[in-house]
Structure formats: structure tokens, C-alpha cells
């Protein structure tokens, strides 16, 4: 168990609606990071933030958005699904930004 | 472009024996590497790192070689473990040099299976 926890677990959705993925982070570590895993693509980073703040953009889409609370929890925002968006999200986090990145579980998202 | 490449989906080594996991880049600019574990429906496990400077980092029965001129590293786990079969990835960042948090860049991934 990394200490990373992540909800919900599986959520399974239609094309055009908006779910939300909740992220918390390890006790004391300050960055979350937010990746994707779709079959063809590998894991492929989309964004970043250091407490609170929005620190590094990788492949994120315009319909996708992230947050991270004061509580440093983080959701990631995916509205306008398409088939294409099914695929497994994981948050990550670390002390600081240069620090070892832990997985969370994944959420397992499927657009039909 | 992929930028981290893990030719092998697959290597399958008896128990007991060595398992060497490979993986090349191509961004110079990578400064930091990771290995980590994944077994299935769960998150990617750290296993191992190695920054730039180095050529050469051992935990336990896990040594990760980098060889900055050719781009190159190899995962090595002696002796290999049931427990080992899992996929295997490869990451890079430029966390230290400067270039920020860009986030991990990361291979496609060996499929390690070990034969009792």
C-alpha cells in the first residue's frame, strides 16, 4: 500500500458527461500528479501540482482539468467523455516536486 | 515520438537465474531514471532510481547500470522470484536539471514472467 488512495475505483459513464476523479496524497507529501493508461499509449503524464498550486502541463486535453484543495487532495475533471477517454488514471505523489513519485490504485474509467 | 522505449514486452526467465530488463532514451536532457513494478489492478510500485551522475545503483537483489553515452539502462534482479513476475517500466525526468517537474516520461513496459 503506497498511501496514496484514490476514488472511485471503477466508474463506468456515457459519451458527453463529466465524472470526477478524487485523488488524496500521502501523509506530508505536497506534490500530486495525475497520469493516464490507455492500452495504446502506455502511462502518459497530464499535470501537476505543488501545494496547491499547478506546477507542469505534460498531455492533458482542453476538456480535462485538475485541482489540488488546501487539504492538498487533489480531483481531476473530465467532462464531454468520448470512447476514446476510457482508459485507467492514477494519482501520484511525492514530498516535493524532485522527489520519488508513489501510485495510487487507479481509477478505472469506461465511456460507452 | 516515444522517448522512452522498452523493446522486450515480454522476457520470461527461470527462478533462481538473473533477470536483465532494458531500456533506451532518447532526450538527452533526462537527468533522472526510474524503475517501478506493476501487478494487476494495482498502481506502479517504485523499485529502484538512478540520477545522472551515477553509473550504478544496488538495493538488495535489484541494480539498476545507466550508460549515459549510449542512452541505456538495464534493470538487473538476481536471483529472480516468483514474486517478481510483474511488468516492469521505465521512467525518466529532468527533475534535476533544472528542467522542472515535468513529470515522468514512461516506457510501454516488460512483461517479467518467472518460471518455477
Known amino acids: 500500500d503506497s498511501g496514496v488512495t484514490q476514488t472511485p475505483k471503477h466508474l463506468i459513464t456515457a459519451t458527453g458527461q463529466r465524472v470526477t476523479l478524487r485523488c488524496s496524497p500521502r501523509s506530508g507529501d505536497l506534490s500530486v500528479y495525475w497520469y493516464q493508461q490507455s492500452l495504446d499509449q502506455g502511462l502518459q503524464f497530464l499535470i501537476q501540482y505543488y501545494n496547491g498550486e499547478e506546477r507542469a502541463k505534460g498531455n492533458i486535453l482542453e476538456r480535462f482539468s485538475a485541482q489540488q484543495f488546501p487539504d492538498l487532495h487533489s480531483e481531476l475533471n473530465l467532462s464531454s467523455l468520448e470512447l476514446g477517454d476510457s482508459a485507467l488514471y492514477f494519482c501520484a505523489s511525492s514530498v516535493g516536486p524532485s522527489d520519488t513519485q508513489y501510485f495510487g490504485p487507479g481509477t478505472r474509467l469506461t465511456v460507452l | 515520438d516515444q522517448q522512452v522505449k522498452q523493446n522486450s514486452p515480454s522476457l520470461s526467465v527461470q527462478e533462481g537465474r538473473i533477470s536483465i530488463l532494458n531500456c533506451d532514451y532518447t532526450n538527452s536532457m533526462f537527468d533522472y531514471f526510474l524503475w517501478y513494478k506493476k501487478y494487476p489492478a494495482e498502481g506502479p510500485t517504485f523499485l529502484i532510481s538512478?540520477?545522472?551522475?551515477?553509473d550504478k545503483n544496488e538495493d538488495g537483489r535489484f541494480t539498476v547500470f545507466l550508460n549515459k553515452s549510449a542512452k541505456h539502462l538495464s534493470l538487473h534482479i538476481v536471483p529472480s522470484q516468483p514474486g517478481d513476475s510483474a511488468v516492469y517500466f521505465c521512467a525518466a525526468s529532468e527533475e534535476y536539471s533544472g528542467g522542472g517537474a515535468d513529470g515522468l516520461t514512461f516506457g510501454k513496459g516488460t512483461h517479467l514472467i518467472i518460471q518455477p
Open positions: 538512478i540520477s545522472s551522475i551515477k
